[in-house]
């Protein structure tokens, strides 16, 4: 069901041996050009009929009613909308302490330079809408950017036939709860280029963020400049770092849960321990054939992104999860909390026997849109601080110029740029300039 990869001995580097889903974003992008080009061009017709296309939809608008936001929330199962509530709180508490504030430093007596931080005026929130509904992906995307002070947003999910061409309901709900009206029943490449062009009702955005499928990331790649991009998000993904002190069938839970999202989901586990590997074999048997979702699963368990890792301790375990950089990584050690400090890449690490990456999907307080397929080695999961800009503001004195006005001379003229010299003598005179 799941193979085994065997790194005990091995010299070569990790990430070559590895497994990990096998996605070409780059060949996306040439067969997502021409939707967003249409979008470009046409607006919001051209979105109604590649709706009909790709989702087998006729819509007669884009922008879901507000009243379709209301009745959702109002029929809303009382135990989701209370465990959506808790949510939303715990999202809040943890990224509101992301908040930054502005500094000023005083580089030299009458010279300063502040950063201010800046949220983007507006984004665009998007929602995925395949095999699940997500109405955790809206609290995920929309908290942080109330919480960073963003002005206007807009949310967008894909719509589905059995919803009379709205997105899922449960998405809706959570819309309304967050206090979201601007909502548009859109997916896949041609919602991003709706935020990056506009469309109808629509207005073009700074920004778009959100995880989706590859045609999602490969119109993120491609527009990207035209609009900001958070990150393209590629199949999902979890590593576990186990020794014998795991319970087998928490690791298997953890393995099966995360292959359910879909059939190219990643599950690897990386042990040093022979036995554990065997008894979490013998728990996937036994879990995979149990579980709602037993055929994706497997399909998942079984492809090539997924397998057991065999390495010669936690120390060489240690190496090979960095080089694996997870979107998430739970450590299960004798010592988890300190084994898992020594991690430098991961986009959420999961500590001790209690901590299973479902917890962070859903109420953790962390953030669940995270770096995937190895950019978790340089880029961040979603945060307040993705919907800011740091902007510095310099103000300079008289003196304080004239006391720089020699060293700006010296650089410029070494760059050949002379003009840059003389924009600063013009303003305090050549036989001013304090030699410093």
Known sequence: MISRIDLRGSAGDPRELLPRADTDVSAAMEQVRSVCEDVRLRGTEALVELTERFDGVRLTGV?????????ALAALDPGVRA????????TRRVHADQRRADTTTSVVPGGTVTERWV?????????????????????MNVVPAQEAGVGSLAVTSPPRAEFGGLPHPVVLAAC????????????????????????GECERADM?????NIWVAAAKRLLKG????????????????????????????????????DVVAASVLVTPSEELAGKVEAELGARVAATRH????????????????????????????????????????????????????????????????SLGDYLAGSNHVLPTGGSAAHTAGLSVQTFLRGVHVVEYGREALAASAAHVRALAEAEDLPAHGEAVAVRVGAGQEAQT
Do not use: W
Not at 64 to 71: G, I, M, Q, T
Not at 333 to 339: K, L, N, Y
């Open 119 to 139: 949220p983007v005026n507006r984004v665009g929130l998007y929602v995925p809408g395949g095999r699940a509904a997500y109405p955790s992906s809206v609290v």
């Open 226 to 261: 035209v609009i900001g991009i958070d990150a393209e998000a590629g199949p999902t993904e979890i590593a576990v770092l186990a020794d014998d002190t795991a319970d087998p069938a928490y690791v298997a839970a953890d393995l099966v849960s995360q292959a359910e999202h």
């Open 83 to 90: 465990a959506l509530e808790e949510s939303i709180e715990r």
């Open 294 to 357: 037993s055929d994706r699963v497997a399909e998942a368990l079984g492809g090539p992104q997924s397998g057991i890792v065999l390495v010669e301790d936690i120390a060489h375990g240690l190496a090979v999860v960095d080089a694996y950089a997870a979107e998430h990584l739970e450590v299960m050690t004798a010592d988890s909390a300190g084994h898992a400090a020594a991690v430098r890449n991961a986009g959420a690490v999961f500590v001790g026997h209690y901590s299973p990456v």
């Open 176 to 199: 309304a709860l967050l206090g979201v009206d601007e909502v548009y029943a859109v997916g896949g490449a041609q919602a991003v280029a709706m935020f990056a062009y506009g469309a």
């Open 63 to 71: 922008r879901v009613p507000r009243a379709e936001l209301d009745s």
């Open 208 to 212: 778009v963020t959100g995880p989706g």
